[in-house]
């Protein structure tokens, strides 16, 4: 099973703040990784796949780069909806699996 | 719109089966295009990958479960489902049915989530 680790755990942030989070993988995954969004008592809602591909809705501050084992989902102007936990997945080998979270806290 | 929509028992007790069901609308699970996808969150270990349902009545199940878990289709009801037998406190945990594309790897709708809670 391929592990995904997320860090940090938890970010503080302001509105407006460019904010960079990471993501992990415990071997090569090509571009095969998903970010999700999740709100309290939500579902995840998918905001990058294929590692840098927004998907239809998503704003475009969301941006999603890297490839192997090493992934980045940056914000690049917080706005107060964006407070949230995020989650990477990893979709190359069965069966997949998601990072522990990375939560994003108004500072 | 596709929306999917969770319905089943909230409450089981140890070694009994959960049964959940997704009714999905805005589109057919005839279509062979999609992965019907179950998912978990457990509250403190996460979200697990559970498997899916494809087109034909294909499945792939995650190992951690295999052998107790089952998904199934009711194209009739436009519906798939979730079995898992032999329940213990750790499956206490929030269930959501998502549809998957990319070999069910990108799950780009998902239903609100049920809560199952296992106890004695």
């Known amino acids: 099973e391929i592990q995904m680790t997320q860090s940090p755990s938890t970010l503080s942030a302001s509105i407006g703040d460019r904010v960079t989070m990471t993501c992990r993988a415990s071997q090569s995954i090509s571009n095969l990784l998903a970010w999700y969004q999740q709100k309290p008592g939500k579902a995840p809602r998918l905001l990058i796949y294929k590692a840098s591909n927004l998907q239809s809705g998503v704003p475009s501050r969301f941006r999603g780069s890297g490839s192997g084992t090493e992934f980045t989902l940056t914000i690049s102007s917080l706005q107060p909806e964006d407070f949230a936990t995020y989650y990477c997945q990893q979709y190359e080998r069965y069966s997949y699996t998601f990072g522990q979270g990375t939560k994003l806290e108004i500072k | 719109q596709v929306q999917l929509q969770e319905s089943g028992p909230g409450l089981l007790r140890p070694s009994q089966t959960l049964s959940l069901t997704c009714s999905v609308s805005g589109d057919s699970l005839s279509g062979g295009t999609y992965y019907w996808t179950w998912v978990r969150h457990h509250p403190r270990k996460g979200l697990e990958w559970m498997g899916y349902i494809y087109f034909g009545g294909t499945t792939y199940y995650n190992p951690s479960l295999r052998g107790r878990i089952t998904i199934s289709v009711d194209r009739s009801k436009n519906q798939f489902s979730l079995q898992l037998d032999f329940v213990s406190d750790a499956d206490t945990a929030v269930y959501y049915c998502?549809?998957?594309?990319?070999?069910?790897?990108?799950?780009?709708?998902w239903g609100q989530g049920a809560l199952v809670t296992v106890s004695s």
């Open positions: 998502a549809r998957g594309d990319d070999y069910g790897g990108v799950l780009d709708f």
